[in-house]
RNA sequence: GGGUCCGUAGCUCAGUUGGUUAGAGCGCUUCGUUGACAUCGAAGAGGUCAGAGGUUCGAAUCCCCUCGGACCCACCA
């Protein structure tokens, strides 16, 4: 940062100055909250979601990024111990997918690697890239804690994920278990529920002879073992076949099958009648289970057929089924084929090839064994999930996700947490040659040859753990979990964290698993309050995609218009849960309010006598210094109210709306005119220094009040005024201006308005803007008293001269505030019909409305009050311009 | 099938517990530039608050329905 006036630009440059800021900041030590100055008892923390190591910056991020950092800041202005976490996600299966296909190039599979040399590879590879998205994340200006940077497959965080696992697997929470998963036979993985996704597909949909009914599918080549059949215990039509075992003619030979009720059967749909395919269907696996039918696998984990579909084994299950039905017609058992069928393919997220339900043994985490101590009783993972919400522990802004939540959770199955994926949180368990296991994070020492569990931890299980393992300190030997966290000075002083931010797609994925593995771990909440925002749109409202070529790059808009313009066109506008949309035209927009907040503060750095900070206000002389430092009081509290309920864009707006409209437009106009001698009024005790000292305290807030949101620039102005080097006279650092009292002051809207009117007049008479005309104002002794004391103003910004003359018959007459102006220039007749004729429309609403007996009787004191102080005011207006005109 | 959100000026959106003559920014029209800023200033046009009904003295705001749009969950044997 360069000092000194020639170094304020005429037009504000990013450019000039956020590289510089941002090192300024970042080698203060003020990220670290150890290191922040003063006494700061109370903490605030907020754990950075982590974006993907390799990945680079796109607009959710941005978004996120500006919304912690202002909460950050606001915070850290307010004297707390401010400490926002950084870090990155190894992403594994995504991760693992782009080193396999770079590897592919020289036609290699990980396979041909092996598992050392592959994790190697994906290591380095991670190395090399992640600094693309640190430095990305320190454009945005963000100041978070970068000594605490923290990875997801860090030492540290590999120990906690392993020493929770075998903790949990004590409680008895985890438990492996045959269990029908989404099998994606392409990565040979399993995928979680919402790794799934479903896609509109059209196929053919076949209807089959099964002894006495029919039964429809779209998956003829799973059905070579179906031997039950359920039927609705209701049903009158299979009332006798219940319970009854019939041979059954059927793919390869005869079948004997049983006959089961149960309500799941629909009798609605088709024959009312179905049978069961227990290893590749969720549907039918629970029902399987609940009648204790056996579960027999006809698809292996390569996709293929196994030998219980007889001739068929061994082919490809999705290729073979032409095949099947073929076979199937010249038995005689396809009664009729429908083409057309629309369903929803369940295919794999990452690669879209279609997932096959199947058995395999898996690690899974139990949601409702009552293992865990909380509040005083033994509750299972979703009893406390659900109670933590329930009883207000954690809020989630906007808290219409309460019920999305509520409704999840409520519906939670056991989490399966084991994928077959290299790049990971390895599962710490071992198995010999006898088939013995053993739980542990090394190899067992008992005798003989154990191999680990080849797979991986679900990546939401370690991430589950984010907001306090990034907080432990490096593991010790021998030391339990317990120790290790109490030992942990960060987790005593920052755990539980205040605010978790992140985009509402992830509330289950992350935000539930983080309740669930926090409340396990620490037996404390992970954080008080969940703030949700939106996805960013463009300007259609669309995903911004790259196929569609409608992605705005967040870089180069910092390029173009600098970090704070773009941290306000995300923050603007935005309401948390509710996606919003973001196009250049309002970044630009925003660029020009930076602009204007720079020329602002240039104006009033140049036009003192010396720039200094001042932070106790200052006594006001004028009526407009009055007025001002009412309003700026006003907008401290009502931006402080805002910022603490997590208001946002409505804390900008007010921002925005003082600093443009107000102090700008009016104040400084005013500070002009009444710092001239030449046209200094009969005011009395006017100098230029109180003038400079209002300017100045004005100035002081509103860079603090604006740091939160445009760190950049108001720290750069900063610099300017405090005109220090020190670390220690930096803004970031500064605090938070406090609450002062206030009260409108209406005597300096009535001088506005009056303005306004006379401006307004001018410009629909068409007086030329060179034109100073005569105008006479009547009003009552007060008012009139009033507006002699400030007729420079009308002067100035009205351009008009007060004047005694008296030629009401010639001029143009406005009413406006209990007060008649005339303008010396032509009567307008027409303009003011109109008016007349506005003025008696509103009257006789408002007259209507006071003859009302139900209203008068019904509504409050106040109200009717209200209602005839504005009848009496317009009658008052109407009846004078009835007179003059 | 269950659920959530949205529909307010040409565009993007505010509108807190029902009480304004319904607001902002951008765009548009007119006028304006002798040192804070043309990335600017002044003024203006533009809305039956998606539609119908109800509750109420009073509805953009609460309830019900209809239409239109976005999304989440479950799932079609």
Redesign the pocket.
Known sequence: MKKSKESLE????PKKHEDDIYKKWESSGFFNPDKLPGKRKNPFTISMPPPNATGTLHLGHASMLAIQDILIRYNRLQGKKTLWVPGTDHASIATQNRVEKLIAEDGKTRHDLGRTQFLQEVEDFVEDSRDTIRNQIRKMGSSCDWTREAYTLSPTLTKVVQETFITMHNDGIIYRGDRIVNWCPRCASTLA??E?K?K?TKGN?YYFKYGPIT?????PET?FL?KTI?V?PEDKRYKDLVGKTLTIPWMNGDIVAHVIADT???????T??????PAH????FELAQKHNLPIVQIINEKGELTGHAGEFAGQNANQAREKIVEKMKREGLVEKINTE????L?VCYLCDTPVEPLISKQWFISVDTKAVEWKGKKQSLKEIALDVVKSNDISIV?N??N??YF??IE?LHDWCISRQIWFGHRIPVWYNEKEETEISISKPTKEGTWKQDPDTLDTWFSSGQWTFSTLLESPKDNETLTQWKKRSKDVKTFHPTNVLETG??I??FWIARMILMTTYGMKEIPFETVYLHGMV?D???R?MSKSLGNGIDPLDMIKKYGTDALRLSLI????P???????E??I??Y??????L??????II??VQKPKIITKTPKPTTLSDEWILSQLHFTIEKVTNHLEAF?L??AA?TL??FT??E????Y??IA?IEKDPSHSPPVGGSDGAGKDDILLYILTSLLKLWHPFTPFVTERIWNELSGSTKNEDLLIVESWPENKKHKPVTDFKTIQNI??AI??A???L?V???NIIDAVITAKPAQQKLITKNQNLFEKLARVTLSNKDYPQKGHVIQESGVTITLHVPVNKEKTKKEIE??E??IK??KN?LS?A??I????QS??Q??QE?LA??EN?LQKLKALS
């Open positions: 005429k037009a504000y440059e529920n919402d799934v479903h509109t949909y039964i429809g599918t779209a998956r059905k179906d359920i609705h799941a059967a629909d009798m609605e749909e088709g009312g009648a179905m049978t069961i395919t269907s969720f549907i039918d069928y629309e369903h929803n369940s906007p219409r996700f019920k999305t409704h999840w519906n509402y797609d509330l289950f749109r300007k259609q409202g995903k603007v506008g935005a309401t849960g509710n996606d919003s949309r973001l196009y035209e309002k630009a927009g660029r020009n309010f930076v602009n204007k720079w020329n602002i503060s240039r104006f140049t036009s208001e864009s409505a707006e925005r709306e443009w409209n102090l700008a437009d009016w400084l106009e002009k303005i306004i401006r307004t001018r410009a629909e068409q030329e803007a060179s506005k003025l429309k509103y609403a408002l409305k009302n139900s209203f009787d019904n509504a409050p109200i009717v209200k209602e504005k005011e317009a207006a």
